[in-house]
């Protein structure tokens, strides 16, 4: 076994959203997501056959959900359950801290 912290080892330039299988099984994925400012792309939603777990673990989001009208903000500590094909998108990341996520698909 090899210890590793979650808040370990985040580039100092993300280009991109970085997206990281951590473990996988059967039926479940876990990933670290790391955000700088970023944010789903116009018209565009997510659509996903899993649900999904998702934990701010540092840092601030808005996660907006095709039926509502306001986003949901989460901060370090909050979490929410997504059911599978609710779409959803992300319309804001902390630009002047990473925003660490844990998320579970199952």
């Avoid at 989001?61 to 039926?67: D, I």
């Avoid at 986003?71 to 370090?76: D, E, F, N, R």
Wanted: aromatic content about 8%; overall charge negative; glycine content about 8%.
């Amino acid at each position: 076994m090899k210890l590793k912290n979650i808040l370990d080892d985040i580039p100092g330039t993300l280009p991109a959203e970085l997206s990281e299988i951590l473990q996988a099984g059967e039926g479940v994925r876990i990933e670290r997501i790391v955000s700088k400012g970023h944010v789903s792309p116009g018209g565009f939603w997510y659509d996903q056959k899993e649900h999904e777990w998702l934990l701010v673990l540092k840092g601030r989001a808005a996660l907006l959900c095709e039926s509502q009208e306001k986003p949901i903000v989460l901060k370090a500590g909050d979490y929410l359950n997504i059911p599978a094909h609710r779409r959803h998108r992300v319309e804001e990341t902390d630009p002047n801290q990473e925003t660490v996520w844990l998320a579970i698909y199952y």
